[in-house]
């Protein structure tokens, strides 16, 4: 399979979940806000790799859920866009320093099942940037964390066959501090997350061989991968090409 080196502007995807408690903040959750979940650029390739850069844009693309292919990925980390509706207060004029610019510090998570039962309830640490509101406009800035976490796909994944789909909701916050030394934290937002296995996988016909009994198959000879565009990040919302992960059961029916 291609190996593939995504490079993500403004954002840094980490897969850490860890354990650790928030610090107080201010009772007002509506100037920090998810806006929502970005939908993952269209991918282009350089030098075999692909260059995925997340554009921090009031109008999207959003995604309305996620999708999690338990074939190929054991966490799910979308990138959030999060706007910072404080008013600017800088004024150079009168040698007046900004404080209410958003250092963003992680995420608190409570992951459930459609019923409503808690799965998993952790905190992420996390490092970003959301500069104040000007003219009326909200601060903008995108935001990559885990809002499925190992500990969720271990207990699911055992119990989804192939083909299947198991819908979850991921109730998020961020938290930081404003450069004014102010402990400040979003409202809750529930995003769903279809955790599947398999469901990403496309068999193009070019790598069909309709030969063989099991179709479809991607074992046509003589093909080559090389001109395939990869995912973003496989397993994570866009389709992967048979092609790029012969040896996987997803991929393989031969070995199912």
Do not use: W
């Amino acid at each position: 399979m291609s190996r593939i080196r995504a490079k993500i502007a403004a954002v840094t995807i980490a897969g850490v979940v860890a354990g650790a408690s928030v610090s107080s903040c201010v009772d007002n959750n509506g100037s920090v806000v998810i806006i929502g979940m970005l939908a993952p650029p269209v991918t282009a390739t350089s030098g075999g790799s692909t260059v995925c850069t997340y554009t921090p844009n009031i109008i999207g693309p959003y995604l309305s859920y996620g999708t999690m292919d338990a074939a190929f990925t054991n966490q799910y980390v979308p990138v959030l866009l999060l706007g910072n509706q404080l008013v600017a207060q800088a004024n150079p004029s009168l040698d007046r320093l900004e404080t209410d610019d958003v250092i963003v510090q992680g995420a608190t998570v409570r992951v459930t099942d459609v019923s409503g039962a808690t799965l998993d309830d952790y905190t992420v640490p996390g490092d970003g940037f959301i500069p104040a509101s000007t003219g009326g406009t909200p601060g903008i800035a995108a935001f990559a964390t885990t809002i499925v976490s190992p500990a969720v796909a271990s207990q699911i994944t055992t119990s989804i066959s192939f083909g299947a789909t198991k819908r979850l909701v991921s109730y998020v916050k961020v938290f930081g501090i404003t450069t004014g030394g102010t402990h400040i934290e979003s409202g809750e937002v529930g995003l769903p997350v279809d955790v599947c296995n398999g469901c990403l996988v496309t068999f193009p016909a070019a790598g069909d061989d309709p030969a063989l009994a099991k179709q479809p198959n991607c074992l046509a000879s003589g093909q080559s991968n090389t001109s395939i565009s990869p995912p973003c990040v496989t397993g994570q919302d866009q389709p992967i090409d048979c092609r790029l992960c012969q040896g996987n059961p997803a991929c393989d029916p031969s070995l199912r």
